[in-house]
């Protein structure tokens, strides 16, 4: 079980607060402008306990590690490569694919992590200018 602290709960909060993934950095310089003194190996801590009781996910953005708030259970997002917007995504094609994959090879409870990374439109427009 994992143990609930006043600075887990102050990441927790935080990291709701956000729009996309963030990193640890991040998310520590954000705490710090709203005043708190929780240190980085704090929220390092906390966003991996939170990842592991399923209330945050986390993915690798070029070599960081990044983390955001979400809905306990298996899903999968559609990442915005340049503001770090996500959008929670039905993948159910590729469960299907999964399962068959694993079971023409005699595997048993196959599991996988599928994000698929793009540029959102108010990124596209931004750049284009269109």
């Known amino acids: 079980m994992i ?12 990291l709701s607060r ?11 310089q954000h705490l710090h402008q709203e005043g708190s003194t929780v240190g980085l190996a704090t929220v390092y801590r906390a ?4 990842v592991e009781a399923e209330e ?10 990044v983390y955001r708030a979400c809905r306990p259970g298996h899903h999968h ?12 995504i039905s993948a ?7 399962k068959d994959v694993a079971d023409e090879y005699g595997f048993v409870e ?3 992590v599928v994000d698929v990374f793009g ?7 931004t750049r284009t200018g269109n």
């Open 77 to 88: 997002h559609l990442v915005c490569r340049e503001c770090g917007m996500a959008v929670e």
């Open 47 to 50: 966003l991996s306990s939170l």
């Open 3 to 14: 143990r609930n602290t006043k600075q887990r709960d102050d990441v927790r909060e935080a």
């Open 110 to 112: 196959p599991e996988h």
């Open 18 to 28: 956000q729009d996309g993934f963030v990193s640890a950095q991040e998310l520590h």
């Open 56 to 65: 945050a996910d986390s993915l690798t953005r070029g070599t960081e590690t």
């Open 119 to 125: 540029v959102c439109a108010q990124c596209h427009t």
């Open 92 to 98: 159910k094609p590729i469960e299907a694919w999964a």
